[in-house]
């Protein structure tokens, strides 16, 4: 049975970091692309990173590049979301996916999702 499994949240002030980790078991993970989504109350899940098999190529939110990396580590079945200067407006439930489309931002494109981790950020 695929579980992907969330850790890493947490609260922390404005402009503080926060490294996120999804654990993957019950699949072959390197041959599944993975990514970052979030949904914030009242609002419809977001994408937020999202990176290739291989870890190769990486694609980002606008709202997040140059602030948030994705990374992925094949041997360990875990995929990363290093955040920095993070924002009120990062405040969300950040879940992630495992898919067979690589970088995509579609979420019906992603065929196995983690039960998410909260992230506040205070101002």
């Known amino acids: 049975q695929v579980q992907l499994v969330e850790s890493g949240g947490g609260l922390v002030q404005a402009g503080g970091s926060l490294r996120l980790s999804c654990a993957a078991s019950?699949?072959?993970?390197?041959?599944?692309?993975a990514a970052w989504f979030r949904q914030a109350p009242g609002k419809e899940r977001e994408f937020v990173a999202a990176?290739?098999?291989?870890?190769?190529?990486?694609a980002y939110a606008d709202s997040v590049k140059d602030r948030f990396t994705i990374s992925r580590d094949n041997a360990k079945n875990t995929v990363y979301l290093q955040m920095n200067s993070l924002k009120p407006a990062d405040t969300a439930v950040y879940y992630c996916?495992?898919?067979?489309?690589?970088?995509?931002?579609?979420?019906?494109?992603?065929?196995?999702w983690g039960q998410g981790t909260q992230v506040t950020v205070s101002s």
């Open positions: 990176i290739t098999r291989s870890g190769g190529t990486t």
């Open positions: 996916a495992a898919g067979s489309v690589q970088l995509s931002r579609y979420h019906s494109h992603y065929n196995y």
């Open positions: 019950g699949l072959t993970f390197n041959g599944y692309a």
